[in-house]
């Protein structure tokens, strides 16, 4: 089974940075999308960025000039940098897997719900 665990989360100020990570164990990514996904508080989950593991991305349009996606299939390991954050990024981040969709926009777009999901990481956005 699957398991995501996601780090890199924490407090920044406006117009700072963060690494998200998110590192899978008991399977591999092979074959499966990734993606990136928040959840501020009272709001709807949302996708921020995915990626296929030929290396296809998408991201939402609000915040592709800000993001970079990537992923490492023989480490097991997907990356979300993030820049020039604002206070309205702040939200919990979650790392999803699936097998079930095969466009990264389908995936972030939640046509069907991922299968795999982790803890979710704290970001937080505030001088």
């Known amino acids: 089974q699957l398991q995501l665990v996601e780090s890199g989360g924490g407090l920044v100020q406006p117009g700072g940075s963060l690494r998200l990570s998110c590192a899978a164990f008991g399977s591999s990514l092979d074959y499966k999308l990734v993606g990136w996904f928040r959840q501020a508080p009272g709001k709807q989950r949302e996708g921020v960025s995915c990626?296929?593991?030929?290396?296809?991305?998408y991201y939402a349009d609000s915040l592709k000039d800000r993001l970079a996606i990537s992923r490492d299939n023989a480490k097991k390991m997907a990356d979300l940098q993030m820049d020039n954050l604002k206070p309205e990024d702040t939200a919990v981040y979650y790392c999803?897997?699936?097998?079930?969709?095969?466009?990264?926009?389908?995936?972030?777009?939640?046509?069907?719900?991922?299968?795999?999901w982790g803890q979710g990481t704290q970001v937080t956005v505030s001088s």
């Open positions: 999803a897997a699936t097998e079930s969709v095969t466009s990264v926009q389908a995936m972030c777009d939640m046509s069907r719900f991922p299968s795999y």
């Open positions: 990626i296929s593991s030929d290396g296809r991305t």
